[in-house]
């Protein structure tokens, strides 16, 4: 039997990767000898047309924009973290505890906000820079610290990410009407109806190629599993609430 996997948590690229390398070991163990040919077949338009709307993603001229953009508030949401942890240990006791202040607010939003999601970073962003605008005990710590023109930067970055991930997303609405998500979810249908199959063929008419395939498969689907586990432990461990 083969292994389970929820492909829908994986990202884009390595969902892509992922059904193409299933579409490789179905083809290396003959769909016709393993009585998969219509599902194979499925399974391979599928990831032909996703291929496609992943290079449109890939060669628009924003999204190396983006890249750096969220280059920029990453290194500004760190900036601000080292700067806050300095502050913590400054001798005179004011700034001390003007520091903490700040780092208990930081603490809200999780250790590692740089690491988060492109959406999720620009929602915790965006709540974290209204903190420190709008509380008075973080306004006043912040500018004891001097640490406006932090906050100021970490803003701006944030903002016009958001305006060019926006004009992306149009653009890609744009383009074409077909989506990753729509597409996703329809290969999702074909890789599990693939999956029923060879399970049942592994049960009711076993083979060699049967079982070579799906012993191949879950060596594949364990990595990948492997690879979601750890970025869940990593998630548990490294961010608090509130959660995207």
């Known amino acids: 039997m083969i292994n389970a996997i929820n492909i829908g948590t994986l990202r884009n690229p390595e969902y892509l990767q992922f059904m193409k390398n299933v579409e490789s070991l179905v083809l290396a163990n003959d769909p016709a000898v393993l009585n998969v040919v219509a599902q194979q077949a ?65 603490k809200l939003y999780g250790t590692s906000i740089a690491k988060q999601n492109y959406q999720s970073q620009t929602a915790t962003i965006t709540s974290l820079v209204n903190d420190w605008e709008t509380k008075l005990n973080l306004e006043n710590a912040m500018n004891l610290l001097n640490l406006k023109s932090w906050k100021d930067e970490l803003k701006a970055a944030n903002e016009l990410f958001d305006v060019k991930y926006l004009a992306r997303t149009q ?32 049960i009711v008419q076993p083979s060699a190629a ?33 959660t995207p």
């Open 210 to 242: 049967n079982t070579k395939v799906v012993n191949e498969i879950n060596a594949l689907v364990e990595q990948y599993n492997t690879l979601l586990n750890n970025r869940l432990a990593t998630s548990d461990t490294d961010e608090t609430p509130p």
């Open 42 to 106: 499925a399974l391979s338009g599928s990831n032909a047309i996703l291929d496609g709307l992943f290079k449109t993603v890939l060669a628009s001229e924003i999204t190396q924009e983006i890249f750096l953009l969220d280059v920029r508030r990453d290194n500004a949401v760190v900036g601000i973290t080292f700067a806050v942890s300095g502050f913590m240990y400054h001798f005179d006791p004011a700034m001390a505890q003007a520091a903490n202040v700040l780092n208990d607010n930081l």
């Open 171 to 202: 653009e890609y609405g744009a383009a074409n009407p077909d989506t990753l998500k729509a597409k996703r979810e329809e290969g999702n249908a074909i890789y599990y109806t693939l999956r029923n199959f060879l399970n049942s063929f592994s």
